[in-house]
């Protein structure tokens, strides 16, 4: 079985602050995909990354930046400098073959509530 | 491109009345295509998921039913809704068998379904 964990129900920051938004999974892939999701007020989820179990390199996105350590089962997610428009709603995802029949049906975490003050 | 559409995108329904929801996706053929629920404050349910025409899987068992009626068109429906049924309601598509193609998963705008 598959398990993502958002500890963090809910942040609150002021704006240029840097915030990190944990991520931690379970499962017993040794092939799987980790995703982080934005949702905005509006709901409509916007995909923000993919990352495949093979690829343990942090990646860098203009303000946002994601570091995979598969040593502790995290996919954590840093905004640096944040921004008012950056308040939303996070979500982490995972999803593996095996466990899932080779469906790669995703769980997701309960998500993390991001306010980031002006 | 691929897009997918959702709609309404809000419902107010009584208890009791039926529901049916759409989703359709262009831009790709033999999607894998899903319905997840949101409910106020809490993550999200993976309701449903469909690998192919009239092939159903449901993940949670409920006053819910899904169709796959053609192959980019899923629908989620209700024969009488409950007030538990409230929240919101997200479609997905991913590629099927090959999620390392794209971006993973796509997702609708969303129904806001409010059940009174």
């Known amino acids: 079985a598959q398990k993502v964990t958002q500890a963090q129900t809910e942040i609150s920051v002021v704006e240029k602050e840097d915030v990190t938004l944990d991520c931690v999974y379970e499962?017993?892939?040794?092939?799987?995909?980790l995703f982080w999701y934005k949702q905005p007020p509006s709901g409509e989820l916007v995909f923000l990354i993919r990352?495949?179990?093979?690829?343990?390199q942090n990646e860098i996105s203009g303000r946002y930046s994601w570091n995979f350590q598969k040593s502790t089962s995290s996919f954590n997610f840093t905004i640096t400098a944040s921004q008012v428009v950056d308040s939303a709603v996070y979500f982490c995802?995972?999803?593996?073959?095996?466990?899932?029949?080779?469906?790669?049906?995703?769980?997701f975490g309960r998500g993390t509530s991001l306010i980031v003050h002006p | 491109s691929q897009t997918i559409h959702q709609w309404p995108a809000t419902l107010v329904q009584p208890v009791g009345s039926p529901l049916s929801l759409e989703c359709t996706v262009e831009?790709?053929?033999?999607?894998?295509l899903y319905w997840y629920r949101q409910a106020a404050g809490r993550g999200l349910q993976l309701l449903f998921y469909?690998?192919?025409?009239?092939?159903i899987s449901s993940e949670v068992p409920q006053n819910l039913s899904a169709s796959r009626p053609q192959d980019r068109q899923f629908i989620l429906s209700s024969k009488k809704l409950l007030l538990s049924d409230s929240g919101f309601y997200l479609c997905?598509?991913?590629?099927?068998?090959?999620?390392?193609?794209?971006?993973?998963?796509?997702f609708g705008s969303g129904t806001r379904l409010t059940v009174v």
């Open positions: 499962t017993r892939d040794t092939t799987y995909y």
């Open positions: 831009g790709t053929s033999n999607p894998n």
């Open positions: 469909s690998v192919g025409i009239g092939q």
């Open positions: 990352r495949n179990s093979f690829d343990e």
């Open positions: 997905a598509w991913s590629v099927r068998g090959d999620i390392t193609l794209g971006y993973g998963y796509t």
């Open positions: 995802a995972l999803s593996g073959g095996a466990s899932s029949g080779g469906s790669y049906i995703p769980t």
